[in-house]
């Protein structure tokens, strides 16, 4: 069973920048389309960015698009979360998810994914 743990969260100041790492605990991440999400207090979760499991397809929503990137390095089994020009509404606990086949027109939606890693805090604050 595949397991994945996210990593690199902190506090950063505005325009500001973090990269995530979300890396399997065993297999490798090729077989999988990855999927980052966030939930920030009292909002619902909202898909944040995806990634094909060939690299060639990406997903960003719009809120993000042109500051986060979204990356993966196969032999790490780890796929990353560039996050640049931070702003305090980027705050929120980050999640990334895994499922083995979907199409890339669905990947931002939370319950298409099987499994979750257990979140990693961002604030972005003064």
């Known amino acids: 069973q595949l397991e994945l743990v996210e990593s690199g969260g902190g506090l950063v100041q505005p325009g500001g920048s973090l990269r995530l790492s979300c890396a399997a605990s065993?297999?490798?991440?090729?077989?999988?389309?990855i999927g980052w999400f966030r939930q920030a207090a009292g909002k619902e979760r909202e898909g944040v960015s995806c990634?094909?499991?060939?690299?060639?397809?990406?997903k960003y929503a719009d809120s993000v698009r042109g500051r986060f990137t979204v990356s993966r390095d196969t032999a790490k089994k780890t796929v990353y979360l560039e996050m640049n020009s931070l702003k305090p509404e980027d705050t929120a606990v980050y999640y990334c998810a895994a499922r083995r086949t979907m199409s890339l027109n669905l990947c931002d939606v939370g319950p298409n994914y099987d499994i979750w890693g257990q979140g990693t805090q961002v604030t972005v604050s003064l």
């Open positions: 065993a297999s490798s991440l090729e077989a999988y389309v």
């Open positions: 990634i094909s499991r060939d690299s060639m397809g990406s």
